[in-house]
């Protein structure tokens, strides 16, 4: 997290004694003026540059002017969680000598469509800025940003040294801009396509990586639906010696990848294509010895159409494993059992919800190093299935795998005494991500609300991070979360709450919260006002479909000039005193100049 | 065959915390003036015609049917009563009125509907397509717990679907229709059938959109191999007569037509295979005409499945193997229809002996 001080002069001359610290933070002690720093500069900058935290940065440039300028000069990677609240002026300004950006732009919410296209969040106006202040970038990180093949193109062309491209849940480009990045990008060592909103013309993009690429050491375009040229992506894989991660899509059969695995030994990740029968040449034999090259494989992931036949050629990979992602494959439980009998070094497990509670008993007694666990839904929008996983193979799960910190679980039933049980027996969590995929549904069995299923999980996992609730939910799940989690920076509220004190329970105790987002709670103007004091401290608040009115984000907005409080009105040119989408967030660029005619910047 | 009238419980305790604004449904109708409440068979004021005939059907049905849950009600989030369970297996009588004739798992409204599966029935979609059609303009699809404002959106959503089809896009809420950014497949189909009840709600489950379209196509494959006997499941589709909604059984999760009638009557819980679906597994019993007329008379509703040649036989009448390597679908049919049935399903146990 950036900590920006619009009252900084980033353009002061370096001094080499200390200045008194005046406006850096007002609640910082000033130094005495004759107190001297002993280091010189460039000691400074030097020790200051080992420091690679993004937090730990933000508090070194707090210290006093020198440390700050130190800082300044000796950052390389620039982290912007919320591409709104800075602009690209602005950082080109602080940091003259970055290498690596990391932004993200649109709120979270986006990704499950609740954000209208042409929200905003464009690149392009960082890369304009960036190709004269930045002109030697190597890396850039995007996550939920629109971004065009003009971008890319104009990314590939001006930035010379360029190496490495991750796009995350991005939109508005094609395989074209691929192209771009593919064909100019001489030193290209990264290219991570994943999940994104891609126009997909075809394969062709890969063909354009030419015959003296040899550097890449990432290639991920699992994401994609059409076929690649073998051939090219053959002759790819063999010229780039340092490959450790490659992930490739469906098209690709285990034929194939059998050819490719001869030529990557160094493989540390690989996501395989399908496993698809009739795809196959020949017998599963063949495949005996196809990962006994691959020594470094810890990660695996893609297993598209798994048989039971074919899935074991895996099998000689899965003891040095720490991460299998089968979120893609349609395992059932048997074939889980079978599979993670192989697998004891298992830190990150994701699933599909196929592979049911008996699965999940064998992900228990399989792996008890397991950190974290990921369980999605085979079927989500499909209420027709009657199965999935249930709370008993949560219990389960937590039972054999006490080291648990991360979970994401998805599910059709709950109940209160399972998750006390699983809180109980996982007291680390520092994610807990529960989805009762039925809005507001109760406890199965008591018929109670889900209180006190998440009371026990704040009340037991003192280091919780991030959280998100679900179920039918009182007031008194938001009482113990103001209550007891302390820790926590992150909070998904849908369907959930009877009143503003729930909202405002939140706001006052939780501390540490930085990101909160709620759907479909009947939450008001009075809670949106309790957090005047807090937004400041937080990145951003969203509340969609909740009760608050134009009048009261009015209000808002008129505390507090240093936060954006944006409304997205519905095309249906809905009633005006609701605000339906609200958007808040502290920025020191000021409102929005990019703003659609839906975002209506209070 | 009349379909049942769906009607809506104006029960004000939803469980469902779906709390938009009074306005915000309010709203919704006035900007659609499109949108008269109409029930199926077209009248603009339905209120006193649903309330009625709702409680005609519930009367029948509890003659009929051991009092079973009965009214077929299928309300917008916020419209059923808390005691509601998603398991159908307490069958308490005194919560007749509320128990859902399809307690869909997970029972409640407000369930993402699984539209996807249009996208897979035919043309290869472009991402970008299907992208588009995620945004259901509304995302305030709750409603709020006020009994009036459940009526009326009850109203909207009391309209059955005469010829109820599988397609998954006829569950959409009539206010999707106006909204522009329907695909293609979408806004055909909506033109062409009756809105039916569940809400879409946007964005819920928070699945991501990639994961969603290849969820899409997995099933599209699944589907593609429903009926070949191999390993792993084989799910078909089980649809009832006069219900948007369809459900899914894994036939080899089964050994005996037992399991599976009552595994259908926990889903659908008010019809019955008929005593002849428990002697499947001799299954050479041929069920003699009048015996058969007298089962089909004597019960709401039988089972029956769509064999590999495209014909609907009567569940039962084959050896258990025999059924799951010839069925491809399952349908619940009301007893007066099954009749016509009978002599076919007759004929065909009789070649095959």
């Known amino acids: 997290m950036m900590l920006l001080q619009p009252s900084m002069d980033p353009n002061r001359k370096r001094a080499k ?26 000691v400074l900058e030097r020790v200051l540059s080992l420091i690679d935290s993004h937090k730990d940065r933000s508090s070194v440039s707090l210290v006093c002017k020198d440390w700050y300028n130190a800082e300044r000069w000796s950052r390389r990677d620039v982290f912007i969680g919320n591409c709104y609240s800075v602009s690209p002026e602005i950082v080109a300004a602080r940091f003259p000598r970055v290498r690596s950006v990391t932004l993200k732009g649109k709120p979270r919410f986006s990704d499950f469509n609740l954000v209208p296209e042409d929200w905003g969040a464009d690149v392009h106006p960082w890369l304009s800025v960036f190709s004269t202040a930045y002109p030697f970038l190597e890396e850039l990180r995007l996550k939920r940003m629109a971004v065009t093949d003009e971008s890319l193109e104009f990314l590939a062309t001006n930035f010379h040294g360029f190496k490495a491209l991750s796009l995350l849940s991005c939109d508005g480009f094609s395989t074209d801009g691929l192209k771009a990045i593919a064909t100019h990008c001489k030193n ?21 990586f030419p015959e ?30 340092s490959l450790r991660v490659l992930k490739v899509n469906r098209n690709v059969s285990l034929d194939q990848l059998q050819k490719l695995l001869l030529h990557c030994p160094l493989l540390m990740e690989l996501g395989t294509g399908t496993f698809m029968q009739e795809l196959i040449s020949g017998p599963v034999t063949e495949f005996k010895t196809m990962f006994s090259n691959c020594k470094n494989l810890v990660t695996l992931s893609g297993l598209w159409d798994t048989t039971p036949l074919y899935l074991p050629v895996i099998y000689p990979a899965c003891a040095s494993l720490t991460f299998l992602n089968l979120s893609y494959a349609t395992l059932r439980s048997d074939e889980l059992a079978n599979l993670l009998a192989h697998c004891k070094s298992l830190r990150r497990l994701w699933l599909l919800d196929t592979v049911g509670d008996k699965g999940l008993e064998a992900v228990g007694s399989c792996c008890p190093l397991l950190e974290e666990l990921r369980v ?33 679980y998805f599910c059709r039933q709950m109940t209160n005494a399972a998750v006390a049980t699983i809180a109980r027996n996982c007291p680390d969590f520092t994610h807990f991500r529960l989805c009762i995929m039925n809005p507001g549904q109760p406890d199965y069995l008591t018929k109670e609300p889900m209180d006190d299923a998440f009371g026990s999980v704040v009340k037991t996992c003192t280091k919780l991070q ?9 007031d008194r799940t938001f009482e113990y979360i103001g209550k007891y989690a302390k820790n926590l920076e992150t909070l998904s509220v849908a369907f959930a709450g009877s009143s503003d004190l729930g909202m405002e329970s939140v706001l006052k105790g939780c501390m540490k919260l930085r990101k909160l987002e709620i759907r479909d709670c009947p939450f008001g103007n009075a809670a949106l006002l309790s957090g005047l004091t807090k937004y400041e401290s937080m990145r951003s608040l969203w509340m969609s479909a909740c009760n608050v009115t134009m009048n009261g984000c009015r209000a808002l907005a008129k505390e507090k000039p240093r936060l954006n409080v944006e409304v997205m009105r519905d095309e249906e040119g809905s009633d005006d005193s609701q605000a339906h989408k609200v958007y808040v967030y502290r920025s020191v660029a000021g409102p929005r100049r990019d703003a659609p005619p839906f975002v209506l910047t209070l | 065959m009349t379909p049942p009238l769906l009607g809506v419980e104006g029960d004000g305790q939803g469980n469902v915390s779906l709390m938009t604004s009074a306005s915000t449904m309010e709203s919704i109708f006035q900007k659609n003036p499109g949108l008269t409440e109409r029930n199926y068979m077209g009248l603009s004021d339905c209120s006193s015609v649903d309330s009625s005939v709702v409680s005609g059907i519930s009367e029948v049905k509890r003659n009929n049917l051991n009092l079973r849950a009965t009214e077929l009600r299928l309300g917008l989030p916020g419209s059923q009563s808390p005691e509601r369970d998603a398991d159908v297996d307490n069958a308490s009588s005194e919560s007749l009125d509320e128990k859902p004739l399809f ?14 599966k249009t996208f897979v029935s035919g043309n290869k979609r472009g991402f970008s397509d299907t992208i588009d059609e995620g945004k259901w303009m509304f995302s305030s699809s709750g409603t709020d717990s006020d009994a009036s404002k459940t009526s009326v959106q009850g109203k909207i959503s009391a309209v059955a679907q005469p010829n109820m089809t599988k397609d998954a896009t006829s569950k959409m809420m009539p206010q999707e229709q106006s909204h522009g950014t329907f695909g293609t497949n979408l806004n055909k189909v909506n033109a062409s059938n009756p809105p039916a009840s569940k809400a879409q709600v946007v964005g819920w489950p928070p699945v991501r959109s990639f994961r969603k379209n ?47 009638s009552s595994a259908l009557e926990k889903m ?14 001799p299954g050479r019993e041929s069920l003699s005409e009048s015996k058969l007329r007298d089962l089909l008379h004597g019960s709401e509703y039988v089972l029956t499945y769509e064999d590999k040649d495209g014909d609907w036989m009567l569940v039962g009448d084959v050896p258990w193997d025999m059924f799951i390597g010839s069925c491809k679908r399952l349908k619940i049919m009301k007893g007066s229809d099954a009749i016509g049935l009978a002599p076919r399903a007759m004929e065909k146990s009789k070649t095959r002996n």
């Open chain 1, 17 to 42: 004694s200390v200045d008194r610290v005046d406006s850096v933070d007002s609640g910082s002690e000033s130094f005495e003026s004759t107190r001297k720093c002993g280091f010189p500069d460039e």
């Open chain 1, 188 to 208: 290209l060592t990264e290219l991570d396509i994943q999940e994104n909103g891609i126009d997909d013309l075809g394969g062709h993009w890969l063909s354009c």
């Open chain 1, 212 to 241: 003296s690429l040899t550097s890449l050491e990432v290639l991920n375009f699992a994401s994609l639906n059409s076929e690649v040229s073998f051939d090219a992506l053959e002759k790819l894989v063999s010229r780039c010696k």
């Open chain 1, 376 to 408: 999605f839904p085979a079927d989500p929008f499909d209420q027709e299935i009657f199965l999935g996983v249930t709370e008993s193979g949560f219990v389960s799960v937590s039972h054999g795998c006490p080291k648990l910190r991360y979970v994401l």
């Open chain 1, 466 to 474: 991030r959280l998100a609730i679900s179920g039918l939910l009182t």
């Open chain 2, 103 to 116: 307690p869909l798992l997970p029972s409640k409204d407000g369930i993402c509907l699984g539209s996807q």
């Open chain 2, 214 to 260: 290849i969820l899409a196509t997995n099933s599209k494959a699944n589907d593609e191999v429903d009926g070949k006997p191999g390993p792993g499941a084989l799910f078909v589709k089980v649809s009832m007569d006069g219900a948007p909604y369809l459900r899914k059984v894994d036939l080899r999760s089964y050994t005996a037509y037992q399991q599976l």
């Open chain 2, 268 to 281: 659908f819980s008010c019809f019955t295979i008929g005593q002849c679906g428990s002697q499947g597994a």
